[in-house]
C-alpha cells in the first residue's frame, strides 16, 4: 500500500521506528486514498492535484511531520499541547510520544481544503 516509500522504510535501521514510521504513512494513505505518494527531498510526502499536502522525515530523536507554516499557524495550540516541538513549518514527535492521529486528520484535511485551487507544488 505505501509502496513508493519501501526503499525509505528500509533505511531506517531501528526496527520500531521503521514499524512505526510505516504505520503513520499507511494510516494517512488509508484515510486519505486520494492523496498520491511521492518521495523528494528525502523524505515521503503525499500530495493532492500536484500540490504537497503532508511530508515525514525521521532524524535519532524524533519522527517529524511537515504540513507547511499555514497549518503549524492553525493548530499551533493542539501541537503545542501534544509537546510535538514545533518548528515554523514542521513539528517533531519523539519516539516515546504517543502519535494523535486525530490531529494529524485535522491538519492534512485542513491543507487538502485550503491547498484546493493552489496551482503550485508549495504555497505561494
Same mark, same amino acid.
Given at each position: 500500500?505505501? /509502496?513508493?516509500?519501501?526503499? !525509505? @522504510?528500509?533505511?531506517?535501521?531501528? $526496527? ?9 504513512? /499507511? ?19 503525499? /500530495? ?12 535519532? $530523536?524524533? @519522527?517529524? &511531520? ?17 509537546? !510535538?516541538? $514545533?518548528?515554523?513549518? &514542521? ?11 486525530? @490531529? ?15 496551482? /503550485?507544488?508549495?504555497?505561494?
Amino acid at each position: 500500500m505505501i /509502496t513508493e516509500f519501501e526503499d !525509505y @522504510l528500509r533505511k531506517i535501521d531501528d $526496527p520500531s521506528q521503521q514499524a512505526r514510521v510505516r504505520e503513520v504513512l /499507511t494510516w494517512v494513505q488509508t484515510e486519505f486514498p486520494q492523496l498520491k505518494q511521492r518521495y523528494a527531498w528525502n523524505q515521503p510526502m503525499f /500530495t493532492d492535484h500536484g500540490t504537497f499536502i503532508i511530508g515525514f522525515s525521521v532524524a535519532k $530523536p524524533h @519522527l517529524a &511531520f511537515a504540513p507547511e507554516g499555514p497549518a503549524m499557524v492553525k493548530f499551533a495550540d493542539q501541537i503545542a499541547a501534544n509537546q !510535538y516541538n $514545533p518548528g515554523k513549518k &514542521f513539528g517533531r514527535i519523539k519516539w516515546t510520544q504517543p502519535v494523535d492521529y486525530d @490531529l494529524l486528520h485535522q491538519i492534512i484535511a485542513f491543507n487538502i481544503a485550503d491547498k484546493l485551487a493552489c496551482t /503550485t507544488f508549495w504555497r505561494k
